[in-house]
């Protein structure tokens, strides 16, 4: 199991940016993925969650409504398009398979929101 995370950046705040998830090793439709972010000092949190059958999401509050998780099975990739990005968002980005007996992470990718 393999997951590359890409397209983190910097963006001024209310900005936008799209994250990817490639996976490897694994048909990412047939598990639950989340995404997950790490600020400096702080302890890693939850953002959001795609379930693995119907693809269902859910989000943290802080992000609902501004961050929205999708996949294609095709490619074998998940996303995460954020909008109105605030610069509380920045952190380090992490890809995870989340269903089943451990977690799987990726290397995280750099958001930073900045003028």
């Known amino acids: 199991v393999q997951l590359v995370e890409s397209g983190g950046g910097l963006v001024q705040p209310g900005g936008s940016l799209r994250l990817s998830c490639a996976a490897y090793?694994?048909?990412?439709?047939?598990?639950?993925m989340s995404w997950y972010r790490q600020a400096p000092g702080r302890e890693r949190e939850l953002v959001g969650t795609i379930s693995r059958s119907s693809g269902t999401t859910d989000y943290a509050d802080s992000v609902k409504g501004r961050f929205t998780i999708s996949r294609d099975t095709a490619k074998n990739e998940m996303y995460l398009q954020m909008n109105s990005l605030k610069p509380e968002d920045t952190a380090v980005y992490y890809c995870a398979r989340t269903g089943g007996v451990r977690y799987y992470w990726g290397q995280g990718t750099q958001v930073t929101i900045s003028s």
């Open positions: 090793g694994f048909t990412l439709g047939s598990a639950r």
